[in-house]
């Protein structure tokens, strides 16, 4: 059973302070990385993709991806109250299905 | 008609009728996915097409079925609905690829 995993929070966060969210995954030849943000009410919304290891940045958010240890993460620089929503983690695998995860509420405190 | 539209924007539901969820898509991709997404349960496939003529099957497809006679429409059916099929359904298609999911604003379905 592939499985993607993340903490469901709430994790709460000061504005202006960095969030941190992370992600764990199970398929091992797992090749495409994304991270969504869902405000409540609303549909998932494709923020960030990474393909390789290492980190890729895209103005406040940065991606970061370990495969050899099965890791995605996300950090949010200079959080905002607007940045306050679930986050999903997706994996997509070998069979060219998305997997996602059961998302995590994060909550910026103005 | 920009990226997908579904319709209805939510809808309450007699147990036992019959539904039809729409879903089209106007971005020329080539797959197309049907979710449900329930409190603490997260994003879960219902069906899938990779391409128009062809459909597949996801985690939780019972009671539910699908057609793809053309590339831009995804429309779901439920036979026979029930209460358990409560929930916030949610269309999304991609190019082939590496590349993320469009969903669309989801159809809140209330089955009663």
């Known amino acids: 059973q592939k499985e993607v995993e993340q903490n469901s929070g709430p994790l709460s966060v000061p504005e202006g302070a960095i969030a941190s969210l992370n992600c764990t995954y199970s398929?091992?030849?797992?090749?495409?990385f994304f991270w969504y943000r869902q405000y409540s009410g609303k549909s998932p919304e494709l923020i960030m993709s990474?393909?390789?290891?290492g980190d890729k940045e895209d103005g406040r958010f940065t991606a970061q991806l370990n495969k050899a240890s099965q890791y995605v993460s996300l950090l949010i620089r200079d959080s905002q109250p607007s940045d306050s929503a679930t986050y999903l983690c997706a994996v997509r695998g070998r069979d060219d299905k998305i997997i996602f995860g059961k998302g995590t509420r994060l909550h910026i405190l103005p | 008609i920009a990226g997908i539209t579904q319709a209805p924007t939510s809808q309450i539901l007699a147990a036992g009728r019959r539904m039809t969820l729409r879903c089209t898509q106007d971005m020329r991709h080539n797959a197309m996915y049907w979710y449900r997404q329930d409190l603490g349960l997260g994003l879960r496939l219902i069906h899938y097409?990779?391409?128009?003529?062809?459909?597949g099957k996801g985690e939780v497809p019972d009671g539910y079925s699908v057609s793809r006679a053309n590339t831009d429409d995804f429309p779901l059916t439920l036979a026979s609905a029930v209460p358990s099929q409560t929930s916030v359904y949610f269309c999304?298609?991609?190019?082939?690829?590496?590349?993320?999911?469009?969903f669309g604003s989801g159809t809140r379905l209330t089955v009663v």
């Open positions: 999304a298609s991609s190019a082939t690829g590496t590349g993320g999911y469009t």
């Open positions: 990474i393909y390789s290891n």
């Open positions: 097409s990779n391409t128009a003529g062809t459909t």
């Open positions: 398929d091992r030849g797992s090749q495409s």
